[in-house]
């Protein structure tokens, strides 16, 4: 095998860039989906005039939807929280576009910060928080679209999962 091709040396695809895929109309794998999330991030236009802030609750909003993919933008003030979920069927990609955010996994915590993704696969449990002082804003890509978010206990097993949906996934017109 060469051992000098940029993947070996970089380690990491979505550590570099310049081997990502420009994002296609509408994206099928996972770099394009990394891609969509990237270029709706840098482009502000897009989505920074939608957010809101509500101190009671999560508020989200489906920016986008296409064949078999939909993305929500969400925000976060501070101590607001996911609970502890999986995304059913759905793959992701979670995109931190203002603020900071706290994942905590089977495998540990992490801070995400600004610029920060995490692709996860279906059946991918976390628990997303606003540990900071200023307020977040997240973007989320599924694929298929979300349909089911169950919330799990904290000590639960896959097969003691809840199959409650979670208000994300509640049917909302599209909005491109």
Do not use: K
Not at 143 to 158: F, I, N
Request: include cysteine.
């Amino acid at each position: 095998m060469n051992s000098d091709n940029d993947l070996q040396i970089a380690g990491d695809i979505l550590e570099v860039p310049h081997l990502l895929q420009p994002p296609r109309e509408h994206p099928a794998t996972v770099a394009e989906f990394v891609g969509l999330a990237r270029s709706i991030a840098v482009d502000r236009g897009q989505w920074a005039h939608l957010v809101r802030y509500d101190a009671t609750t999560r508020w989200y909003h489906r920016l986008r939807t296409g064949p078999g993919y939909e993305v929500w933008l969400l925000s976060w003030v501070p101590g607001q929280g996911s609970g502890r979920h999986d995304h059913g069927r759905s793959s992701g990609v979670l995109t931190v576009l203002e603020g900071a955010l706290t994942e905590h996994t089977a495998r540990g915590t992490r801070v995400l910060a600004a610029g920060a993704q995490h692709v996860f696969a279906p059946g991918f449990v976390h628990e997303v928080v606003n540990d900071a002082l200023e307020p977040a804003v997240s973007l989320h890509v599924y694929s298929p679209g979300l349909t089911e978010m169950p919330m799990l206990p904290r000590s639960a097993s896959r097969s003691a999962e809840g199959t409650t949906a979670h208000p994300l996934c509640e049917a909302r017109p599209a909005t491109a």
